[in-house]
């Protein structure tokens, strides 16, 4: 394959070049954007369909984020080494097998692995594609580019979970994996033609130590997690496991101090302002994908919604954000970034606070205006968060600095759900087992509702001898839906109590006006 530099490109296709390497990159982004939250509207279905818990199902989300947040350190090696067009092309490659390994899964670890193969592919693509786009377009252009694309793949998270639920009501749970599959093929040609493939001849260093550590310790936190109440949070296979996170983080930051490559610069975090942004990053991370994973699966195991509706819900959220995300970009300029931060956690903080005293009766049209408060909380934090850390660092730092903000987001999102569920699942059984203990002959409620059952079968003609085990099989199903609201109103209380402490670090950030 001939290589290409992106002058070459333009001498070859003239002006629209611009054009179609954009549209190319795009693409390919939006549909890995779409992958990424398309199956949080599966997961009711994906627990059906394996007989698996809330905390196993939730691993499609998590492995994907976590895959997309480790392999976004490999993106400058990647380019650097096999250059944009190999890089794009076999990158898109792998995504194709996850979602072919994730459609035909007969086992659930399957869907784990092709969940972290997308996660990956997602990973090392959209920084690729903002690094084209930067270089092909002038310096006077390059923010409107920018601004267009993150547009796009607002766009894309809107239509991702809506998309989901059209594919689970027509067709099946696994079409989610496929219907993505055409467009993938469409950017992979496309992208042996109009991608760059210019590639560094030097030998590039990457820290491969620091990598393989931060992988196992975020592969052995996320699995303790998941497996820690069904195995017992103190038995010997989720022990080891945090001990293992534990050593490999302690060598993952001991690797980071030394002279060389490395994959994080530590120094960063003598700055304050960037410290506490980066706190409060963390935090914008679990808000953003928390939420986004917390409400559609709230409104179709409590309020029993089809995927369709759980998709619709959360859809006018998304495009409202995307609307408003240039205007909050303009914002960042003009006033403080305390007032900013402070105004988008308060509004991710009432959303959630709105859904303590959800449950099965709650309107839909309510829970779609308490998502929407919550999501603008997104559109005024992010921009605040990139203007605020990198005008706190020196030019030769801007890279660094960058790249960890979308670290800390990606990271954050990724552990931050996984630790949710947990929780959720913990204050569900919690509930369940209070609820059951006040099931007994003393209970005038429960005997009242169990008379008005029996009744209602004996009208219906069930025989005496399955009437009243019918009843009582019907007042366990209550009170499991009952444990399930109160398990998932103290998880959005949990929302709140977070975005209130990140409020404390907010007030490190300096209020002085960026103009």
Request: hydrophobic share 50%; proline share 4%; glycine share 10%.
């Amino acid at each position: 394959m001939r290589t290409e530099s992106v002058d070459e490109l333009f001498a070859r296709f003239g002006p629209s070049y611009r054009m179609f390497v954009t549209v190319t990159g795009m693409t390919a982004s939006f549909v890995m954007v779409v992958s990424g939250t398309i199956s949080n509207v599966a997961v009711p279905d994906v627990m059906g369909a394996f007989g698996i818990g809330l905390d196993q199902a939730q691993l499609m989300a998590t492995a994907f984020n976590i895959a997309m947040t480790t392999s976004q350190l490999l993106n400058a090696w990647v380019i650097a080494v096999f250059g944009q067009r190999i890089g794009f092309s076999a990158t898109l490659i792998i995504f194709a097998i996850g979602s072919l390994i994730c459609g035909f899964a007969e086992d659930y670890s399957f869907v784990v692995f092709g969940r972290t193969l997308q996660g990956f592919s997602a990973g090392v693509i959209q920084p690729l594609v903002m690094v084209t786009i930067f270089q092909v377009f002038p310096s006077d252009r390059r923010g409107s580019a920018m601004g267009l694309y993150g547009m796009a793949l607002s766009l894309a998270v809107a239509i991702g979970p809506a998309f989901g639920g059209i594919a689970i009501g027509i067709f099946d749970w696994r079409y989610i994996f496929f219907a993505p599959l055409p467009l993938v093929l469409v950017a992979f040609f496309a992208g042996l033609i109009f991608m760059p493939s210019y590639r560094d001849a030097k030998e590039q260093p990457f820290d491969w130590t620091g990598y393989g550590l931060i992988i196992v310790a975020l592969y052995c936190v996320m699995t303790g997690l998941t497996d820690g109440q069904r195995d017992g949070w103190v038995s010997d296979r989720i022990v080891t496991y945090f001990v293992v996170a534990v050593l490999c983080s302690v060598g993952f930051l001991r690797s980071q101090m030394r002279r060389g490559a490395t994959l994080v610069d530590l120094s960063l975090f003598k700055n304050r302002e960037y410290t506490a942004v980066m706190f409060i990053t963390l935090i914008f991370g679990i808000g953003n994908f928390g939420t986004s994973y917390a409400v559609p699966v709230f409104g179709q195991l409590v309020q029993g919604m089809t995927p369709l509706s759980a998709g619709l819900l959360i859809m006018p959220a998304a495009l409202m954000v995307a609307a408003a995300l240039p205007f909050t970009g303009r914002l960042a300029d003009t006033i403080s970034a305390r007032l900013g931060i402070l105004i988008g956690l308060t509004l991710f903080a009432s959303g959630s606070a709105f859904m303590i005293d959800a449950d099965v009766n709650t309107p839909f049209f309510s829970l779609m205006i308490y998502y929407i408060i919550s999501r603008f909380g997104m559109a005024f934090t992010m921009p605040f968060l990139m203007s605020t850390a990198l005008r706190t660092l020196e030019p030769e730092k801007l890279n660094s600095g960058a790249g960890m903000v979308n670290f800390s987001r990606q990271l954050g999102g990724s552990l931050g759900t996984n630790a949710w569920v947990v929780f959720v699942q913990m204050r569900t059984q919690f509930h369940a087992d209070a609820l059951t203990a006040t099931q007994d002959s003393s209970n005038t409620s429960s005997r009242e509702f169990l008379d008005s059952v029996g009744q209602i079968l004996r009208e219906a003609g069930v025989p005496e001898l399955v009437n009243q085990p019918g009843a009582l099989h019907f007042l366990g199903q209550v009170v499991e839906a009952q444990a399930m609201t109160l398990g998932f109103q103290d998880g959005f209380l949990i929302f709140v109590i977070v975005f209130v402490l990140a409020m404390i670090p907010a007030w490190l950030v300096g209020s002085g006006k960026k103009h």
